[in-house]
């Protein structure tokens, strides 16, 4: 009996140690995620033309696809059509600020800073495919 219970104790002594090596792994890439999405500068409008543009953006925890109206170099409406996110559905209200002040620097969601951060690379990259080429 004592030796299933020794076994028992080592084997659990493993999974924790590989529970903890795991999240730490994640948490690590998670940051290095928030640095890259943090980086991503805000696009010129001025190049933007009219139309509706669709923007994707996915990391290992949140996914965001959504479609972005332009018009006269201004964001007037975003749709989300996709948003896996976890606890980060309250990131979605950034995209109000974003159509208010016509910019993706606006103040991220407390609370869903990983999901503000996707949503804001979507909106980015659909604005992007807007950009006439020069």
Same mark, same amino acid.
């Given at each position: 009996m004592?030796?299933?219970?020794?076994v028992?104790?080592?084997?659990?002594?493993f999974? *924790?140690?590989?529970?903890?090596?795991c #999240?730490?792994?994640?948490?690590? /890439?998670?940051?290095?995620?928030?640095? %890259? &999405?943090?980086a991503i500068?805000?696009?010129? *409008?001025s190049?933007?033309?009219?139309? #509706?543009?669709?923007g994707?953006? /996915?990391?290992?925890?949140?996914k965001? %696809? &959504?479609?972005?109206?332009?018009?006269?170099?201004?964001i007037?409406?975003?749709?989300?059509?996709?948003?896996?996110?976890?606890?980060?559905?309250?990131?979605e209200?950034?995209?109000?600020?974003?159509?208010?002040?016509?910019?993706t620097?606006?103040?991220l969601?407390?609370?869903?800073?990983?999901?503000?951060?996707?949503?804001r690379a979507?909106?980015?990259?659909?604005?992007?495919?807007?950009?006439?080429?020069s």
């Amino acid at each position: 009996m004592k030796k299933i219970f020794r076994v028992f104790i080592v084997l659990i002594f493993f999974v *924790l140690v590989f529970a903890v090596s795991c #999240t730490a792994m994640m948490n690590k /890439e998670m940051e290095k995620t928030k640095k %890259e &999405l943090m980086a991503i500068e805000d696009p010129d *409008l001025s190049k933007v033309e009219d139309g #509706t543009y669709k923007g994707k953006v /996915e990391t290992m925890l949140v996914k965001v %696809e &959504l479609e972005v109206s332009v018009k006269n170099h201004k964001i007037i409406s975003i749709s989300i059509i996709k948003h896996d996110n976890g606890k980060g559905k309250p990131a979605e209200a950034i995209i109000d600020d974003i159509v208010k002040d016509n910019s993706t620097d606006v103040e991220l969601i407390a609370g869903a800073t990983m999901s503000s951060l996707v949503i804001r690379a979507a909106v980015i990259d659909a604005v992007t495919n807007g950009i006439k080429a020069s």
